[in-house]
């Protein structure tokens, strides 16, 4: 994964672009979503009702080359 930045917020032209290796070796990132006990690894959410529809628990893992893995998980605040 590279990161792609510009040196300055108002960018024109002839802006420096700096990039930067994030992960090498990254073979896939998976998601899956959490919402009252039950996994899902695609979620759809509705605007008109935000919090009853953004997930409990977010989870990410990033799969590398070797087949080892980082995984993350992080509370939403689906529930009020």
Same mark, same amino acid.
């Given at each position: 994964?590279? %990161?792609?930045?510009?040196? &300055? ?9 700096? @990039? %930067?290796? #994030?992960?090498? $070796?990254?073979? &896939?990132? @998976?998601? %899956?979503?959490? %919402?009252? $006990? ?9 605007? +008109?009702?935000?919090? &009853?529809?953004?997930?409990? #628990?977010?989870? #990410?893992?990033?799969?590398? @080359?070797?087949?080892? +893995?980082?995984?993350? +998980?992080? #509370?939403?605040?689906? &529930?009020?």
């Amino acid at each position: 994964f590279i %990161r792609t930045a510009s040196v &300055r917020p108002d960018t024109v032209e002839t802006t420096p672009v700096v @990039e %930067r290796v #994030l992960l090498e $070796g990254v073979d &896939r990132v @998976e998601a %899956r979503f959490q %919402r009252g $006990g039950q996994w899902s690894v695609r979620w759809e959410g509705d605007f +008109a009702e935000v919090y &009853r529809v953004i997930p409990d #628990l977010i989870e #990410l893992t990033i799969v590398f @080359e070797d087949q080892s +893995a980082f995984t993350v +998980a992080a #509370l939403a605040g689906g &529930r009020g």
